[in-house]
């Protein structure tokens, strides 16, 4: 065998390699360390020389090179869903009642509230759930778009933004006392089709600082917030909708734990990898990164509806996410 096929044997057996450990620390250690948390947001880019290696490893002819195999069943179990068409069912489900769900992080700093209202506008929803809204701009979205949602949930002025959910049905909210649940998690019941349906609102906890103990601690966080908001909805037999801002990946513990209970909307409805964050490009540390890097922005539902369509809308030109639309139809509700 030629140096040059050595050199390609070689560059494909440690790619495989590396890959593989990867997928084994993710298995076996999830988010636990702070930098394995970090890599697991951004592991679908692991995979961009998979092509070359594919590649290389047709040109060195060799048995061992086909040890790719590996990278491309792990890239085939993490993400071939996100490929695939959007699922189907029983065109029994067409008949039934349908809303269109919205999840839109508008970013506190942002004051005029007129793209947020033509980003709304656009998506035709019939639920919207805010996060980082500031009593400024749902003020003005109120005169703007107010009489299309007249049921709202209210702002309260201990947050200085806040999660808040907007419907064209009315709507009664379950609240807690605590700041940091008010501020970051809203959960209400909706009159819908004659029957009552549960949305819940949900602002993950952010990173605010790149350093380890505090990479570790935003993980933990964002798990015993989510553990909180789970904890409200046990036994609760009505029809579930879950929409927010979650800070995680599709890779990252949140979501795992969410898709073991809930179905993930656009991974249903939708085509792609549906990443929401960051809207634009931008730098970190002087290095430049493109937009649309991760997606963190989700929508879930339990096994009562099914997604008839989902997608990522356009942006607004103002915030630093674009929001999740999803068209969920209603298949069956359990009688009491």
């Known amino acids: 065998m030629s140096s040059d096929r050595r050199l390609a044997l070689f560059v494909v057996l440690l790619y ?7 997928y084994v620390a993710y298995l076996l250690i999830g988010d636990g360390f702070w930098l394995l948390g970090l890599v697991n947001a951004f592991a679908v880019y692991l995979f961009t020389p998979l092509p070359l290696i594919i590649g290389l490893a047709a040109l060195v002819r060799q048995r061992l090179a086909w040890l790719v195999v590996i990278p ?15 699922s189907l069912v029983a065109s029994a489900g067409a008949g039934e009642p349908a809303l269109t769900v919205m999840t839109y992080n508008v970013l506190y700093t942002v004051t005029d509230a007129a793209p947020i209202a033509a980003s709304i506008n656009r998506a035709g929803a019939d639920i919207i759930a805010f996060q980082e809204l500031t009593p ?34 009315p709507l009664t909210v379950e609240g807690s006392g605590e700041k940091d649940v008010l501020c970051r998690v809203m959960s209400v019941r909706v009159s819908f089709a004659g029957q009552e349906i549960r949305v819940i609102g949900m602002h993950a906890w ?47 513990e949140v979501y795992r734990t969410l898709a073991t209970h809930f ?5 249903e409805g939708g085509w792609g990898l549906g990443h929401t964050f960051p ?38 030109g103002c915030s630093d996410h674009l929001p999740v639309v999803a068209r969920l139809r209603l298949l069956a509700l359990e009688q009491p």
């Open 16 to 22: 495989t390699a590396l890959l593989s450990g990867w």
């Open 206 to 252: 952010p990173f605010t600082e790149i350093d380890p103990a505090h990479v570790e601690q935003s993980f933990r966080w964002r798990e015993e917030q989510l553990a909180g908001v789970l904890g409200m909805v046990e036994g609760k037999p009505e029809p579930l909708i879950l929409l927010g801002d979650l800070n995680s990946t599709p890779l990252h």
């Open 136 to 169: 400024y701009v749902a003020r003005r979205l109120e005169h703007q778009i107010g009489e299309l949602y007249p049921y709202r949930t209210p702002m309260y002025s201990d947050c200085v933004a806040q999660v808040a959910i907007w419907s064209r049905y």
């Open 263 to 267: 179905t993930d909307a656009f991974r």
């Open 279 to 316: 809207a634009t490009p931008g730098r970190f540390w002087g290095i430049p990164y493109p937009a649309r890097l991760v997606r963190i922005d989700h929508i879930f539902h339990s096994d009562h509806w099914w997604a008839e369509s989902a997608w990522v809308g356009e942006w607004d």
């Open 72 to 86: 491309v069943c792990i890239f085939l179990v993490l993400f071939g869903p996100d490929l695939l068409p959007p």
